[in-house]
T-cell receptor, first 115, second 117 residues
Framework: GAVVSQHPSWVICKSGTSVKIECRSL??????MFWYRQFPKQSLMLMAT?????????EQGVEKDKFLINHASLTLSTLTVTSAHPEDSSFYIC???????????FGPGTRLTVT | AQSVAQPEDQVNVAEGNPLTVKCTYS??????LFWYVQYPNRGLQFLLK??????LVKGSYGFEAEFNKSQTSFHLKKPSALVSDSALYFC???????????????FGTGTRLTVIP
């Protein structure tokens, strides 16, 4: 149980375009979802936290207009990287948490390459 | 404030030997502690957690970790390493007194474990 999927697993896009990454909880209701970014050989950096039906809370230094997060249902959150640039190339990982639970369940990640 | 330190970027161990990956933490309240493993181009896989109870926690794939409150440590251990254990390991903590975010986890910088055949 507690499976989280991400789609796509990898994506290549041209500079200036936007790309959407989906995060789904397959067998549970995710009241909270988290979006992380991981650079090569580095740790995970929390970008934002989203609660179903509410606006996302962004970490300091993360541009909310560039990284649009939508958590419209209890099983789906999306991250849209708008006007992507090569420096946005990274590994993006989502996780999901149930109500009143301290555990996070991680998705397999999405590798974004902006050319 | 909460933080996690993994003092070793790289740990090398021979196959069959015991392994230890170190983690220390700092929290205001009581910690919830987690270990995750990451294989190349994959997300994080849960290994084990300490919430309360016995200080020695047993997890997946033969791994275990010991919560030491006085030393604020939560080192990951395995009695006999396998080549397939080679991966990136992350320690994470959640402070029970943290009311600023829902279930926020703070991750260490990761330790790359290489098991040498």
């Amino acid at each position: 149980g507690a499976v989280v999927s991400q789609h796509p697993s990898w994506v290549i896009c041209k500079s200036g375009t936007s790309v959407k990454i989906e995060c789904r909880s397959l067998d549970f209701q995710a009241t909270t979802m988290f979006w992380y970014r991981q650079f090569p050989k580095q740790s995970l950096m929390l970008m934002a936290t989203s609660n179903e039906g509410s606006k996302a809370t962004y970490e300091q230094g993360v541009e909310k207009d560039k990284f649009l997060i939508n958590h419209a249902s209890l099983t789906l959150s999306t991250l849209t990287v708008t006007s992507a640039h090569p420096e946005d190339s990274s590994f993006y990982i989502c996780s999901a948490s149930m109500l009143n639970s301290y555990e996070q369940y991680f998705g397999p990640g999405t590798r974004l390459t902006v050319t | 404030a909460q933080s996690v330190a993994q003092p070793e970027d790289q740990v090398n161990v021979a196959e069959g030997n015991p392994l230890t990956v170190k983690c220390t933490y700092s929290v205001s309240g009581n910690p919830y502690l987690f270990w995750y493993v990451q294989y190349p181009n994959r997300g994080l896989q849960f290994l084990l957690k300490y919430i309360t109870g016995d200080n020695l926690v047993k997890g997946s794939y033969g791994f275990e970790a010991e919560f030491n409150k006085s030393q604020t440590s939560f080192h990951l251990k395995k009695p006999s390493a396998l080549v397939s254990d080679s991966a990136l390991y992350f320690c994470a903590v959640r402070d029970t007194l943290d009311q600023t975010g829902a279930n926020n986890l703070f991750f260490g910088t990761g330790t790359r474990l290489t098991v040498i055949p």
